[in-house]
């Protein structure tokens, strides 16, 4: 199976920074997209960022210029700096990951557990 371990959430002032990391492992024979969403209390959940297996970025509008998208596919990991954060970045950040588990096995994407980011003075 596969499995998709996040760290680096917490609480911060704003106008601060955090970064977030997440490892995949298991049975992985190719990593295609990754990407951060997140869910705020009562609403839905989101995307944050994404980044292709060639390295093309999306972000949401609320996040240019302020969050940035990063992958290391030597290492499994995508993670998130998040740069002068503000209280509406308030939510549980989840990572995603596209992944084949094998040559003629068709991608699934897969969720982390989440983390909770809360930025209040």
């Known amino acids: 199976q596969v499995q998709l371990v996040e760290s680096g959430g917490g609480l911060v002032q704003p106008g601060g920074s955090l970064r977030l990391s997440c490892a995949a492992s298991?049975?992985?024979?190719?990593?295609?997209?990754m990407g951060w969403y997140r869910q705020a209390p009562g609403k839905q959940r989101e995307l944050v960022a994404t980044?292709?297996?060639?390295?093309?970025?999306n972000y949401a509008d609320s996040v240019k210029g302020r969050f940035t998208i990063s992958r290391d596919n030597a290492k499994n990991t995508v993670s998130l700096q998040m740069n002068s954060l503000k209280p509406e970045d308030t939510a549980v950040y989840y990572c995603?990951?596209?992944?084949?588990?094998?040559?003629?096995?068709?991608?699934?994407?897969?969720w982390g557990q989440g983390t909770q980011v809360t930025v209040s003075s």
């Open positions: 980044i292709s297996s060639g390295g093309s970025l």
């Open positions: 995603n990951v596209f992944i084949r588990r094998g040559t003629y096995i068709p991608e699934s994407d897969y």
């Open positions: 298991g049975i992985i024979f190719s990593i295609h997209t």
